[in-house]
């Protein structure tokens, strides 16, 4: 029997997610986190765990730019965890070159909206044992320099890009987040789920990790106090334990005030979400991962 509310974290080895995996675990929570390192994860649940010494902390492994992986680690997930309070999907990446995953998928696409899409749908069956549960997706304002969106052609574009080309690509995954939040607060509606997202602001974490002058940047930033990843962690704490945004769903909200942001377009055209759902939806289905 499951006494602890439980909260299944991706990305929380570093960064955002490892901040917000220790503030959960201080308040009672039953961690669940992804990992593709087993030594990271070995160090990341020594740093929750000295901190709170009676933190529950589990760990599932696998590369959530493969479906494939996302698949298996979402059903291994779910027949441990029976009832899910909370579903935080965290982990990105902004890749400066382009890669392809070995199923065909441009890599950004592939970890930053089809890898939580995937995850959030099979993990359904135990947020909704849960009574009243609740999914946080890690957007960006950064969706608001996207380029021009295509569907379906986005999802699979695996055409080569440069280090400054990278910018648009990465800022249109995190726009996908923000309208498959909408919509799926809408085909969610009539369940006791509630589904949010959020901008994280400027945060100093290993996202720009590819950058040869990544560690530099860092440091100078840290001292300046520049991008300081406890802001961004903040605000996800709060969707997820505030009772006021308990109550909301289908939202995008800011780092700081906490407010509701109106997305660029087109991520507020409804028109345009329900398309995304549909091709995102076909696109898994046509290759075999989703029936």
């Given at each position: 029997m499951q006494k602890s509310p439980v909260v299944v974290i991706t990305g929380a080895t570093s960064g955002l997610g490892q901040i917000v995996?220790?503030?959960?675990?201080?308040q009672g929570?039953?961690?669940v986190l992804t990992a593709r390192s087993k030594e990271r994860a070995a160090a990341t649940k020594k740093i929750i765990q000295d901190t709170t010494s009676s933190a529950k902390v589990d760990f599932f492994y696998g590369d959530l730019s493969l479906m494939s992986e996302v698949i298996r680690m979402g059903q291994e997930i779910i027949a441990a965890y029976p009832i899910?309070?909370?579903l935080l999907n965290n982990a990105g990446i902004h890749?400066?070159?382009?890669r392809v995953t070995s199923e065909g998928f441009p890599e950004m696409i592939a970890v930053n909206y089809l890898a939580p899409w995937l995850l959030t749908h099979i993990l359904k069956p135990s947020l909704q044992n849960a009574g009243k549960a609740t999914v946080v997706n890690v957007a960006s304002e950064a969706s608001r320099n996207h380029g021009v969106l295509k569907l379906p052609e986005d999802l699979t574009d695996t055409v080569p890009f440069t280090a400054r080309g990278s910018s648009p690509i990465y800022g249109k995954t995190k726009l996908l987040n923000i309208m498959f939040t909408?919509?799926?607060a809408r085909q969610w509606s009539d369940t006791s789920i509630n589904v949010n997202a959020l901008n994280p602001g400027f945060n100093v974490t290993g996202l720009g990790r590819?950058?040869?002058?990544a560690a530099?940047?860092?440091?100078?930033l840290k001292f300046f106090n520049i991008g300081n990843p406890q802001k961004g962690a903040e605000i996800i704490t709060r969707l997820i334990?505030?009772?006021?945004y308990q109550v909301e769903t289908g939202g995008y909200f800011n780092v700081g005030t906490g407010k509701l942001i109106t997305p660029v377009q087109p991520g507020r055209d409804g028109t345009m979400q329900k398309r995304l759902w549909k091709c995102t939806q076909d696109l898994l289905i046509q290759k075999g991962f989703l029936k």
């Amino acid at each position: 029997m499951q006494k602890s509310p439980v909260v299944v974290i991706t990305g929380a080895t570093s960064g955002l997610g490892q901040i917000v995996a220790i503030e959960l675990a201080k308040q009672g929570f039953h961690l669940v986190l992804t990992a593709r390192s087993k030594e990271r994860a070995a160090a990341t649940k020594k740093i929750i765990q000295d901190t709170t010494s009676s933190a529950k902390v589990d760990f599932f492994y696998g590369d959530l730019s493969l479906m494939s992986e996302v698949i298996r680690m979402g059903q291994e997930i779910i027949a441990a965890y029976p009832i899910i309070n909370v579903l935080l999907n965290n982990a990105g990446i902004h890749a400066f070159k382009p890669r392809v995953t070995s199923e065909g998928f441009p890599e950004m696409i592939a970890v930053n909206y089809l890898a939580p899409w995937l995850l959030t749908h099979i993990l359904k069956p135990s947020l909704q044992n849960a009574g009243k549960a609740t999914v946080v997706n890690v957007a960006s304002e950064a969706s608001r320099n996207h380029g021009v969106l295509k569907l379906p052609e986005d999802l699979t574009d695996t055409v080569p890009f440069t280090a400054r080309g990278s910018s648009p690509i990465y800022g249109k995954t995190k726009l996908l987040n923000i309208m498959f939040t909408i919509e799926l607060a809408r085909q969610w509606s009539d369940t006791s789920i509630n589904v949010n997202a959020l901008n994280p602001g400027f945060n100093v974490t290993g996202l720009g990790r590819e950058l040869k002058f990544a560690a530099i940047l860092e440091r100078i930033l840290k001292f300046f106090n520049i991008g300081n990843p406890q802001k961004g962690a903040e605000i996800i704490t709060r969707l997820i334990l505030d009772p006021k945004y308990q109550v909301e769903t289908g939202g995008y909200f800011n780092v700081g005030t906490g407010k509701l942001i109106t997305p660029v377009q087109p991520g507020r055209d409804g028109t345009m979400q329900k398309r995304l759902w549909k091709c995102t939806q076909d696109l898994l289905i046509q290759k075999g991962f989703l029936k």
